[in-house]
């Protein structure tokens, strides 16, 4: 089973409902934390943890032995991305940030030999053991790589590989490709919004990717008591999401992410909340 923790605009909270709600949820389950959020992955410093065992993520780019080249330029007529650029005697030269590492360029180089296997770092994911009985694993991509695609699809496969009995899923926030492919496979997304003209915008945009997956959508309104809530009831109303829980604007939860511990852990208000949440979960999966 899976369920991801997503919302279309940044820092609604949404990485903090995703940790406490799976320490509240290991009550239930077996599960595997996911940190898919891999341009700016902060769950493991909320669960106050350094992430271990790190594997590369390393993609195809490839390389010209120029003493077999015949600068027959195909290379460069086959690479949609322009990543490939030629001299005027028909000599490649590779850009490599533009490099998309689809292999097209080997695939129709008509000479054996002439393209060898490259290598191009992506990033890394990591498995990481938590204090509180699961597993986090993290995707991280590499400071200035604009491709984020990989290094997801790398780190949710690691996820998957711990054969958990549930993978909870924070995505990055937005409705991005790489946010469409965390979510791939979920039976429940649970959006965080905030009672905000953006909050607002954005939460429909994730309802709206949730409607075109085919997968149920639960909203959880963060910071409710900063705004106006009812512009939110009327979109999930329309999208036929039920919302599930509001968190207040709360010194508590603020100190607990300073700190590095999950307020979930305490004995305050709020962390009824996030167990309250967790077992609407559980009931909901099971």
Not at 179 to 190: G, M, T
Request: aromatic share 4%; with cysteine; glycine share 6%.
């Amino acid at each position: 089973m899976q369920i991801a923790v997503s919302g279309g605009k940044g820092g609604t909270g949404k990485s903090t409902l995703a940790v406490n709600i799976a320490i509240a949820l290991k009550e239930y389950f077996d599960l595997t934390l996911a940190d898919l959020d891999v341009e700016a992955p902060n769950d493991h410093i909320l669960l106050g943890i350094k992430l271990q065992n790190e594997e590369p993520v390393e993609l195809f780019i490839p390389r010209f032995d120029y003493s077999k080249c015949i600068r027959c330029k195909k290379c460069a007529e086959v690479c949609e991305e322009h990543a490939i650029i030629t001299m005027r005697d028909g000599t490649p030269f590779l850009m490599p940030t533009l490099c998309s590492s689809c292999g097209a360029c080997k695939i129709v180089c008509p000479v054996e030999g002439a393209i060898l296997q490259g290598k191009k770092l992506m990033g890394h994911t990591y498995v990481t053991k938590t204090p509180y009985g699961f597993p986090l694993v993290t995707g991280k991509l590499l400071e200035g790589e604009e491709r984020a695609m990989p290094v997801v699809v790398a780190a949710k496969k690691r996820a998957k590989t711990l054969n958990k009995e549930l993978l909870i899923v924070d995505t990055a926030a937005g409705t991005s490709n790489t946010v469409s492919k965390a979510l791939e496979d979920s039976q429940l997304i649970i959006a965080v919004t905030e009672p905000t003209p953006l909050g607002l915008h954005d939460l429909e945009l994730t309802l709206k990717l949730s409607h075109i997956m085919g997968i149920k959508a639960r909203i959880v309104i963060n910071r409710g008591d900063l705004g106006n809530k009812n512009n939110i009831r009327k979109l999930a109303h329309r999208y036929k999401a039920e919302i599930v829980a509001e968190i207040p604007y709360s010194e508590n939860i603020l100190k607990s992410y300073v700190e590095g511990k999950p307020v979930v852990l305490s004995d305050c208000e709020e962390a009824e909340i996030f167990r309250t949440l967790a077992k609407e979960v559980a009931d909901y999966l099971r």
